[in-house]
């Protein structure tokens, strides 16, 4: 339930902990509404089914799941985000006040477009702290895969070292964690970032 009126709110300094405990209420929301799709999809691929008289009848009804799969991760993104700025946590909540100059605060039910401005404010920070993450990651695998094939010239022909696939998924994770971490610095700044028509803080509920 979103915090409104005027109140004398004890506002909190955000910290690493409140940032890295909102960030992961958006995130598992997010993989669970944005990529479970996928996961259904690939399921109803891999399970046995009878062909139909006509095969293109299940190419098009796969075809139609696809489509559907892949844009979860467009309308789950700020929709899993609104979710987590509406949370209560076990001792805060994100408070959202109007006008700046308000004394007391007066908090106010976010908007979508104040939502989206929040999330923006994340998003383009988060995703050159990603590509960032993840030329680092692309160096620091290669690299090491590299010199261990130079230690162990022998290792070159072992498939587990020397395959794409491998590199790709220690890439994709060593990016991920690295923005994940990023995102939860990130998060903490705006968590007491003044935007132009309202600000967000985090509001104890001690």
């Known amino acids: 339930m979103a915090l409104t009126g005027e109140t004398d709110a004890v506002l909190l300094e955000p910290t690493l902990g409140h940032a890295l405990r909102i960030m992961w209420a958006w995130y598992w929301r997010y993989m669970t509404l944005g990529f479970g799709p996928f996961a259904v999809?690939?399921?109803?691929?891999?399970?046995?089914?009878?062909?139909?008289?006509?095969?293109?009848?299940?190419?098009?009804?796969?075809?139609?799941?696809?489509?559907?799969?892949?844009?979860?991760?467009?309308?789950?993104?700020?929709?899993?985000?609104r979710m987590a700025l509406n949370k209560d946590f076990?001792?805060?909540?994100?408070?959202?006040?109007?006008?700046?100059?308000?004394?007391?605060?007066?908090?106010?039910?976010?908007?979508?477009?104040?939502?989206?401005?929040?999330?923006?404010?994340?998003?383009?920070?988060?995703?050159?702290?990603?590509?960032?993450?993840?030329?680092?990651?692309?160096?620091?695998?290669?690299?090491?895969?590299?010199?261990?094939?130079?230690?162990h010239p022998a290792w070159e022909s072992s498939p587990p070292l020397h395959t794409l696939s491998l590199e790709r998924l220690l890439i994709w994770l060593l990016a991920h964690v690295g923005w994940f971490i990023a995102s939860v610095f990130t998060l903490r700044r705006i968590l007491s970032k003044d935007f132009e028509h309202f600000r967000i803080g985090l509001v104890s509920l001690a």
Not at 47 to 68: G, K
Not at 126 to 131: F, K, P, R, V
């Open 41 to 81: 999809t690939l399921l109803l691929k891999l399970l046995p089914y009878s062909v139909p008289d006509d095969p293109n009848d299940l190419e098009t009804m796969y075809f139609l799941i696809v489509a559907l799969a892949a844009s979860a991760p467009v309308w789950a993104f700020p929709f899993t985000f």
């Open 90 to 151: 076990k001792n805060f909540r994100i408070g959202f006040a109007v006008p700046l100059s308000t004394t007391p605060l007066e908090f106010v039910a976010p908007t979508l477009n104040q939502v989206r401005t929040v999330w923006w404010s994340l998003t383009w920070r988060s995703a050159l702290w990603g590509l960032a993450c993840f030329l680092a990651a692309d160096l620091v695998v290669v690299s090491a895969v590299s010199g261990v094939i130079k230690l």
